[in-house]
């Protein structure tokens, strides 16, 4: 990859802001400049390397102002189930892990926690699990169906993997309202290294056009610093973003999980995972963009870094306290304070001294143009 002088990179910022997308390699060597893995000659300096990621947040930061003012929406994330039939390599819940213990939130379990959220101001609920098949359409489809009779001013985000197209026809039509699924990496050659054979990127990809073709606010997302990753496989992630255009993007380092095939690979870092949310930003102005737990995981005032750089969202946990401990995605993942909701009025508190609002609403996507 070309480097690029402080200058250029400047440029490609400008084109980013501009609407306009970069060339493949001229972003590639922008997310090096900004969030350098080594500083060989020829690239910008450390001091400018902060400078232009400093600069790559505020402008990021000044788009969903103007679009989301200073509120920050609010999601409550209910585990559902560690079970899961799939392996992906990075993953701690994989079906491979035999020594984590496993658990599934009862229906009635799951209405509690709606409700506990709703009394705390939450307006949307995000089911999240592994693929387990206990949870059938018919189970699935019953849950989300009480769901919106009893909280109906909230809105119902499912997090359940890769499903057929008539699976999600009937959640949509049951009334679940978004649909969470990573796209994880856009090259299909490391989306291969990170999962087994049975697993293939043409078929994440057919998930999100399904999603997209049923009506779903859509999310997407990627690791930051996943093994074997580089700058190049970063604007591709940005490109496919770009095209398929989804209501939501979550964006997190990768912290490995001791019990998984990558335990021994180093984590992402923080400042390349904020340029990728800021850049995000930049390329879908209107996209709802989380701060991440694992942004929050990996550094002690991640949770605000990621606001700082153009993020818009929270996702507190609304999981009962055992739940959160068995759902171990990774190393250290936070269930605790500000990331669990019993905590909110500290998140609040956090988020005031950066100078955002918590916001009571269901935070639905609109098209700012
Ligand atoms: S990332 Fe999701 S699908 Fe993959 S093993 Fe973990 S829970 Fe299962």
Known sequence: MEHISFEDSLRVLDSLEQGRLPGPEALASCIEACSPTSHDAGQPSPAESRLLLAELAARARAVATRHFGHRIYLRGLIEISNYCLRNCLYCGIRAGNTRTERYRLSPDEIYGCCEYGYDLGFRTFVLQGGEDPWFSDGRLCAIVRHIKYCWPDCAVTLSVGERSRDSYRHLKTAGADRFLLRHETADPGHYARLHPPAQTWRERVRCLCDLKACGYQTG?????????????????????????????????????????????????????????????????????????????????????????????VVMPNLSPKEARRRYSLYNKKLSEGPECAGYLAELKDRLLAIGYEVVIDRGDYHDFG
């Not at 021994?264 to 209107?286: D, Q």
């Open 220 to 312: 997407a997302g990627f690791m930051v610093g996943s093994p074997w990753q580089n700058s190049g496989h970063l604007a591709r992630d940005l490109a496919f973003l770009a095209e398929l255009r989804p209501e939501m993007v979550g964006i997190g380092p990768f912290i490995p999980h001791d019990q998984t095939p990558f335990a021994a690979f180093p984590p992402g870092s923080v400042e390349r995972t904020l340029a990728m949310i800021a850049m995000t930003r930049l390329i879908l102005p209107s996209a709802m963009l989380p701060s991440t737990t694992a942004l929050a995981t990996a550094a002690e005032n991640g949770r605000e870094r990621g606001i700082l750089a153009g993020a818009n």
